[in-house]
């Protein structure tokens, strides 16, 4: 799921608290691969990292601010949880667990995991990154 995630690029605009000039990314919802914007209200807020890995330093805004971040999505944790993925990839989770199970049974079953894992490939190529938020990918004017 991890694999997919990352051809995805999937993107998420969460509100983050700012204590003392620091906004702690560790606090976000999901695990933050990399923060991509900060907004203040509809400003862009200018940022710069902070002291560790897991904090950035706005460089003005209040104390509340949206966050655009590239995310993994969480484990599935049980049989019955649906994958934080469009719907579109869940057959290819399918595809790829079917590969790996006949990969590990005996040698007469590991020819079909090459089928499996080369029909994974290939949905997987034909993904495109999310666009993800609409403010992401609309044309501003900045002069």
């Known amino acids: 799921m991890l694999d997919l995630a990352n051809v995805l690029e999937l993107r998420r605009t969460d509100t983050l ?8 990314i560790s606090k976000l919802p999901r695990c933050c691969v990399k923060v991509l914007s900060m ?3 509809i400003e862009r807020v200018p940022f710069i990292t902070g002291p560790s890995h897991t904090h950035v330093r706005p460089l003005f805004g209040g104390d509340e601010l949206s966050v655009v971040y590239r995310y993994l999505p969480r484990d599935m ?11 579109y990839c869940h057959g290819m989770i399918v595809t790829y ?9 005996d040698p007469s079953m590991q020819r079909g995991a090459d089928i499996y ?3 994974y490939a290939a949905a997987k ?5 999310s666009l993800g938020e609409e403010n992401l990918y609309k044309i501003e004017n900045r002069w």
């Open 77 to 87: 944790a049980s049989p019955s949880d649906v994958p934080e993925l469009p719907d």
């Open 125 to 129: 190529r034909r993904l495109r990154p």
């Open 39 to 41: 907004w203040h209200g």
């Open 97 to 105: 667990v079917v590969a790996r199970e006949r990969a590990s049974a």
């Open 17 to 24: 608290s700012v204590n003392d000039g620091i906004a702690d």
């Open 117 to 119: 894992l080369a029909l």
